[in-house]
């Protein structure tokens, strides 16, 4: 199971999720914010195209999210110690 898990994404499957992101930017109604989501997700699929370790994109965005989580324990964390 763990060697399914680590299986890079066909082209297909990116192009597919660039699509769907570019898509989802559309939905937008601030223009500045649909711009910025658009340019934000073109920037991001042409500096990371090299990128084809999954595992390395993963830590990659566990980086970047614990930049910007919140301070804040969520509900099911502070069930979890609860318990």
Known sequence: M???AAK???RSEV?????SLLRTARDFSDYN???YMKRRTIDAFRSNGGLSDPQ???KRQA???SLYAP???SVMELKRLKS
């Open 2 to 4: 763990a060697s399914a």
């Open 33 to 35: 914010m649909r711009e």
């Open 15 to 19: 192009f597919s999720l660039f699509r």
């Open 63 to 65: 980086i970047v999210y």
């Open 56 to 58: 390395s994109v993963a």
């Open 71 to 73: 301070k804040v324990k």
């Open 8 to 10: 890079a994404p066909s």
